[in-house]
């Protein structure tokens, strides 16, 4: 089966007390319409990526936009099954920048794919990747800054010690866009005034802009691991085993002799085995034999 993957989100009004009736109302018609994937529900707003058939995914948007308005999909196509099952959470965020205060409205200043291309020649830009280091190492904008966070709500401090003049155009990016609604925010109450953000964050530009400004493959929250520039399933990139970030060495496993994708990091500290249940078995074997 080849599966639809559509990613949305929306910062609006969810009265707290109806959270519990809209995640209620997301399973229903999901299993209805047999969808799959992760939604996240909070009185911000909404964001998620499902999946199913084209079928499915085609009825499935018109509802979701009974419930929330228009809504900005990202399409892409997978041969593989991007999750096991449907799964809506309750949040204080729908995005975790640890900061409830910031309610971002859209009105921030959004660039389209050929006018973030524009700007990235001006000398007087500077381009921050809002993304953690391992997303940012799969892909990433020429001339990008990696700030090297391990979570998003690290990404205000790190600006603090940054340096970089207040009188920059400062240009950010992420995923599908939802990060930087909340960054744009946060670096201007850090004083700056001129913050520009990529519409529809890199899944949006691949899609109208493969093979341009930006570089590798984009990593992606589902089975997938990451998505190529015509936004197919990586062929050379899969989960590592180990702390599920994205890997392409190809090792075997010393337990069962399949092979398997792990990370430059875990290969180094890592039993070589590709799973929880392989290190479990290796280890309690190989310590019967040395008892």
């Not at 229903?28 to 079928?55: F, K, P, W, Y």
């Not at 973030?116 to 007087?124: C, F, K, Q, R, S």
């Not at 930006?214 to 899969?238: A, M, N, W, Y």
């Given at each position: 089966m080849e599966y639809l993957v559509t990613t949305f989100y929306k910062f609006t009004h969810l009265a707290e007390k109806d959270l519990p009736t809209i995640?209620?109302?997301?399973?229903?018609?999901?299993?209805?319409?047999?969808?799959?994937?992760?939604?996240?529900?909070?009185?911000?707003?909404?964001?998620?990526?499902v999946a199913g058939s084209r079928e499915a995914i085609a009825a499935y948007k018109p509802f979701l936009e009974e419930q929330f308005g228009e809504l900005q999909f990202k399409d892409s196509p997978s041969n593989k099954q991007p999750f096991r099952r449907f799964k809506v959470k309750i949040k204080e965020e729908i995005v975790q920048l640890q900061r409830t205060d910031i309610q971002p409205t859209g009105n921030e200043p959004h660039l389209s794919p050929a006018k973030w291309d524009a700007m990235l020649e001006d000398e007087d830009s500077v381009v921050i990747d809002v993304r953690n280091w391992y997303e940012t190492k799969l892909g990433t904008f020429k001339?990008?800054?990696?700030?090297?966070?391990?979570?998003?709500?690290?990404?205000?401090?790190?600006?603090?010690?940054?340096?970089?003049?207040?009188?920059?155009?400062?240009?950010?990016?992420?995923?599908?866009?939802?990060?930087?609604?909340?960054?744009?925010?946060?670096?201007?109450?850090?004083?700056?005034?001129?913050?520009?953000?990529?519409?529809?964050?890199?899944?949006?530009?691949?899609?109208?802009?493969?093979?341009?400004?930006?570089?590798?493959?984009?990593?992606?929250?589902?089975?997938?691991?990451?998505?190529?520039?015509?936004?197919?399933?990586?062929?050379?990139?899969?989960?590592?085993?180990?702390?599920?970030?994205?890997?392409?060495?190809?090792?075997?496993c010393i337990n069962c002799h399949v092979e398997y994708a792990c990370c430059e990091d875990c290969q180094a500290v890592k039993t070589q085995v590709c799973s929880k249940n392989c290190a479990y078995i290796y280890t309690r074997d190989h310590a019967a034999i040395n008892s």
């Amino acid at each position: 089966m080849e599966y639809l993957v559509t990613t949305f989100y929306k910062f609006t009004h969810l009265a707290e007390k109806d959270l519990p009736t809209i995640k209620h109302t997301l399973e229903t018609r999901a299993r209805q319409l047999d969808i799959i994937g992760l939604t996240l529900i909070a009185s911000e707003g909404i964001n998620a990526t499902v999946a199913g058939s084209r079928e499915a995914i085609a009825a499935y948007k018109p509802f979701l936009e009974e419930q929330f308005g228009e809504l900005q999909f990202k399409d892409s196509p997978s041969n593989k099954q991007p999750f096991r099952r449907f799964k809506v959470k309750i949040k204080e965020e729908i995005v975790q920048l640890q900061r409830t205060d910031i309610q971002p409205t859209g009105n921030e200043p959004h660039l389209s794919p050929a006018k973030w291309d524009a700007m990235l020649e001006d000398e007087d830009s500077v381009v921050i990747d809002v993304r953690n280091w391992y997303e940012t190492k799969l892909g990433t904008f020429k001339k990008a800054i990696d700030p090297k966070t391990w979570k998003f709500s690290q990404f205000p401090q790190w600006l603090k010690k940054s340096n970089i003049p207040k009188d920059k155009n400062v240009m950010i990016f992420c995923t599908g866009g939802i990060r930087c609604e909340k960054a744009a925010l946060a670096i201007k109450e850090q004083g700056y005034d001129n913050v520009y953000q990529l519409d529809g964050g890199i899944l949006n530009y691949i899609e109208k802009r493969p093979n341009k400004n930006f570089e590798g493959e984009c990593f992606v929250f589902d089975h997938r691991t990451s998505v190529t520039q015509d936004l197919t399933p990586s062929q050379k990139i899969s989960r590592c085993p180990h702390c599920g970030n994205g890997g392409e060495l190809r090792l075997v496993c010393i337990n069962c002799h399949v092979e398997y994708a792990c990370c430059e990091d875990c290969q180094a500290v890592k039993t070589q085995v590709c799973s929880k249940n392989c290190a479990y078995i290796y280890t309690r074997d190989h310590a019967a034999i040395n008892s």
